[in-house]
């Protein structure tokens, strides 16, 4: 079955920056997209950055764009997300996610069916 296990979240201050790693099995990484989505205290989950399964295509919610990078490593299986300049509004429990169907483009929650566990990223002021 698919497995997607994240790493690299914490807690630091705003201005910082973090990696968040998701390492995928159970998939073939390169025929999916993978998608970073975010879920903040009493709001819906929001993609923040996906990439597609040839790393040709990317998205950046608007709220991250220039601060994050979404990249993939096929040899590893693993999806990064390179978060710079981080701001108090950033903090939200981070999923990795990954497409119910190969080499489909999407950007909604209900078009991903595996998930990480999801790692904690708090930043404070």
Known sequence: ???LVESGGGSVQAG???RLSCLVSGRTFSRYAM??????PGKEREAAAVI???GGMTFYAASVKGR???S???????VYLQMNSLKPEDTADYYCAVTRR???WALTADEYDAWGQG????VSS
Request: proline share 3%; aromatic share 16%; glycine share 6%.
């Open 1 to 3: 079955q698919v497995q």
């Open 16 to 18: 910082d920056s973090l």
């Open 35 to 40: 998608g970073w989505f975010r879920q903040a």
């Open 52 to 54: 597609s399964w040839s």
């Open 68 to 70: 994050f990078t979404i």
């Open 72 to 78: 993939g490593d096929n040899a590893k299986n693993t």
């Open 102 to 104: 190969p080499l489909y």
């Open 119 to 122: 790692t904690q990223v708090t």
